[in-house]
């Protein structure tokens, strides 16, 4: 600032007329230091809102005929703009910080997208080395539901804990999911010899719940997660 301040003055007429003083403070208001630190709209919209709040609290503070239920209305529209304020900011933010972060997978750590895994189940596929490609793509599965809050991954959740809870929300794949969560378990942990059936069976799977509608109103039971 000082030295966009220092260029400015140097070309400033010593006695400039109303005309040139106007201009040169537009111009000086211009420069980026000063429109940068100018509140953004969220700014001005949260100033609002406090601002409602406070009127809607003068108002009960002054004895009008809010009472007892005024206050409660007051917290009941608190309690809302809180809410609405952590699932618009703070939720997207949360996510957004938790890309870049090792997410585990089924007890491992696992840094890569569901798109990424995908690849690498094709890849996987195209050396024949099913049961590679069948847990990879099991994975970008469990990575895909999560992205989309369809299903929260826990840290030591199973390939069967996954399936279940899903099936909450996608019922119409609850038979689907089973067979690939026991595909998964099949390669991963008891050394079965998979073929192309079983990644199939899995891929189609995952292209169909990427175009899935979830099940309006459906709150799986709490699940608490488990090591494998």
């Known amino acids: ?28 208001l211009a420069q980026p230091a000063y429109t940068s630190a100018q509140p953004n709209w969220f700014d001005l919209l949260s100033e609002r809102v406090w601002e409602w709040v406070l009127s809607l609290f003068s108002q009960l503070n002054g004895g009008g005929s809010w009472g007892a239920w005024g206050q409660v209305v007051v917290v009941g529209v608190l309690v809302a703009l809180i809410t609405a304020a952590l699932l ?12 870049g972060e090792n997410r ?19 890849e996987a596929a195209r050396a024949a080395d099913w049961n590679l490609a069948v847990v990879e793509c099991y994975r970008a599965i469990a990575r895909s539901l999560d992205d ?26 609850r038979e689907a999911l089973r067979v690939a969560a026991r595909a998964f378990d099949a390669a991963r942990y008891l050394n079965e010899t998979l073929t192309p059936d079983h990644y199939a069976q899995v891929t189609e799977l995952d292209t169909r719940l990427r175009g899935a509608r979830v099940t309006a109103g459906a709150v799986p039971p709490p699940l608490v997660a488990r090591e494998e």
């Open 148 to 173: 989309r809050v369809i299903v929260t991954v826990l840290p030591g959740m199973t390939a069967q804990t996954l399936a279940t809870e899903a099936a909450h929300s996608v019922t119409r794949e």
């Open 1 to 28: 600032m000082r030295a966009a301040s220092a260029t400015l003055l140097s070309g400033i007429p010593l006695d400039p007329d109303a005309d040139e003083a106007r201009q040169l403070l537009e111009r000086e």
């Open 104 to 122: 585990a997978l089924f007890g491992e750590a696992e840094t890569r997208s569901a798109a990424e895994l995908r690849a690498a189940a094709a």
């Open 88 to 99: 618009i900011f703070g939720l997207p933010r949360l996510r957004h910080r938790q890309a």
